[in-house]
């Protein structure tokens, strides 16, 4: 009985509904049966639960079309979740990954002669008859004759070159029960010259549950090779298999020395490397010869094959699902909370906006009282009043510095003219003070001269005044002159009252023009920040319809948000969860939750 069908009895026995498991026949790890726990492990359940989970997922969230370009990476988990564990073959070209995979399946499938420009990435797996599906880049797909397996890959067959244009992958479905339980990925590499099969290829890697890296003992840990290996998800390390072994001299170089050289090189990036030759292993396979098979490593490498794949393919299918669920939803939730908080600061916009409009408004109403107050006056009074007492003018008034320093300087000149028509009321008061001191001297005089003119016996002035009055008449002509100089003073007081009082009127005049044409203008100012103000709030107006507009689009996010933490995630972690716990119920798979 050849590797693979010991491996294929292994997994029979793994998942078979019997309670007691027989002895596996020779060839197998240390020759121990696998046991399974009294309740059968049927791993379809849980995964059709989690299925059902990440469908609903996947719908509620398409309802939301900024979410729809994730919706892509969630199918692709939903569709993940129902398949076996996908495993990855990986590594540079011409190291053997096409002969190791069909040693694995114990017969030539794949074929091995390809060049870099002619090979695909191909999937195989589980099918009730031998399959070739075609997948291209389009998403389309078209099944073709299993010959055609090799057309596709050889040069110089123009439909297999029209084929390979197109091409994302191949799938090659074959009734083997091994595929049952383990897809493998056969990939040309990272460094295919075909654009198309390296997007496959990393698109298989992202979605890979365990990945094979396949190394060439000639020349294992190339610098490519050790970048490559970094592009991988970081909890997928690669199981390590150096093939080729066969290449050494056995008398120059010896094996266990070269692996171990290597696997210093390649350090803990990949696990401890196993030397194989797969070639020997398929001609050993396919002659049933036992001593070829043993020279080649590979019923070394089929145990480890058995202990870090199949015993483990569910949990580590499980492990990878939480994982890429996990960034899934990470994205999702970082998409809906980035829409959230934009719906947010937009709703909190809106309700600033709402006090300020009614801010702006109270000061519309403000200024229209100002500027009735401000109206340009009839006289002069209302102008000085209000030039007089006005209050600084609000500094939210166009232009408010400047009309308030100019302000300040028509209050300067208004105490000036009031000051120089308080000189002008005081001088008055003195003229007239002095006025009325002067009528008295010459109604006293007026008397002194009457009595004078009427002292003599015949009621007139004395006949012989100059001679006999004593000098009465020669005081009354002094007095006259007195007086007529005082007189003369008096009008010529009166001029300068009067010159000073035309100046001052002038003066006033043109104040009074001044104070109105600042009072129009002050006028014209506050009109201006009216317009402002209503500009503003029509331009805030337009705004804020465009926030409501932006809240309207992205109120999505509040019903999103809801539905992930109340439905979406809780069901998905209670899913996985489940099947967490079949998995650690089970025995014999060596894992724990």
Not at 11 to 26: A, H
Not at 170 to 189: A, M, R, S
Not at 294 to 300: A, D, L, T
Request: glycine share 4%.
């Amino acid at each position: 009985m050849n590797v693979f069908a010991v491996l294929t009895e292994k997994l029979r026995s793994l998942f078979s509904p019997k309670k007691k498991t027989e002895d596996i026949v020779e060839g197998t790890t240390s020759g121990r049966a696998i046991r399974v726990s009294e309740r059968t492990l049927t791993p379809d359940v849980p995964f059709y639960n989690l299925r059902k989970v990440l469908r609903h997922a996947r719908l509620q969230f398409a309802s939301f079309e900024a979410l729809r370009p994730l919706c892509a990476s969630l199918k692709e988990i939903e569709d993940d979740s129902g398949d076996p564990l996908l495993l990855v073959i990986m590594g540079q070209f011409k190291t053997g990954k096409s002969t190791f995979i069909n040693s694995i399946l114990g017969q030539q499938l794949l074929t091995m002669d390809v060049t870099p420009a002619t090979a695909a990435v191909t999937r195989l797996s589980y099918g009730e008859e031998e399959k070739l599906i075609a997948h291209f880049h389009d998403r389309s797909c078209k099944e073709y004759p299993m010959d055609w397996l090799v057309r596709i890959s050889a040069e110089g067959d123009p439909k297999g070159e029209a084929i390979r244009s197109e091409l994302s992958y191949l799938e090659v479905q074959i009734p083997l029960f091994l595929l049952k339980h383990v897809n493998i990925v056969d990939t040309p590499g990272l460094n295919s010259t075909n654009l198309l099969h390296t997007l496959a290829t990393k698109n298989f890697i992202s979605r890979a549950d365990a990945v094979i890296w396949v190394f060439s003992v000639t020349q294992a840990g190339t610098a490519s090779e050790l970048s490559d290996i970094c592009t991988l998800p970081a909890d997928c390390q690669p199981l390590a298999v150096v093939n080729q072994i066969d290449t050494l001299d056995p008398e120059e170089d010896d094996i266990d020395e070269v692996l171990k050289q290597i696997s210093r090189k390649l350090g803990d990036i990949v696990t401890t490397p196993l030397g194989i030759s797969a070639r020997q292993a398929l001609i050993a396979q396919e002659n049933d010869d036992k001593e070829l098979l043993q020279k080649s490593g590979w019923i070394q490498y089929m145990k480890l094959f058995d202990t870090q794949i199949i015993q483990k393919s569910h949990w580590k299918k499980v492990q990878r699902l939480r994982i890429r669920v996990r960034e899934c939803l990470e994205h999702i939730n970082q998409t809906v909370s980035e829409a959230y908080q934009e719906y947010q600061e937009a709703s909190k916009w809106i309700s600033q906006y709402d006090m300020n409009q009614k801010a702006v408004e109270q000061r519309i109403n403000m200024l229209h009282s100002l500027q009735m107050r401000w109206r340009s006056p009839g006289n002069y009074m209302t102008a000085s009043t209000y030039i007089w007492n006005a209050s600084p003018i609000p500094n939210y008034v166009e232009n408010a510095t400047q009309l308030n320093s100019q302000c300040e300087r028509l209050k300067g000149v208004l105490q000036e003219i009031e000051s120089q028509r308080r000189r002008i009321d005081t001088r008055l008061q003195e003229h007239n003070s002095r006025l009325v001191d002067f009528q008295k001297k010459c109604d006293k005089h007026n008397a002194d001269a009457e009595k004078y003119n009427t002292s003599s016996i015949f009621g007139g002035p004395p006949i012989f005044g100059p001679l006999f009055d004593e000098g009465w008449g020669e005081r009354i002509n002094q007095r006259i002159a007195a007086l007529e100089q005082e007189g003369v003073g008096l009008d010529q007081d009166a001029e300068r009252i009067n010159s000073d009082m035309r100046a001052h009127q002038a003066r006033v005049g043109r104040a009074e023009q001044e104070n109105i044409r600042f009072m129009h203008d002050l006028y014209q100012q506050i009109e201006l920040t009216i317009s402002n103000l209503h500009r503003q709030l029509k331009d805030k107006r337009g705004q804020i319809e465009k926030a409501k507009q932006k809240m309207r689009i992205l109120y999505w996010s509040v019903k999103a948000i809801s539905l992930l933490k109340d439905d979406i995630e809780p069901a998905i972690w209670d899913s996985i969860v489940e099947y967490e716990i079949i998995i650690n119920e089970s025995e014999g798979l060596g894992v724990s939750v």
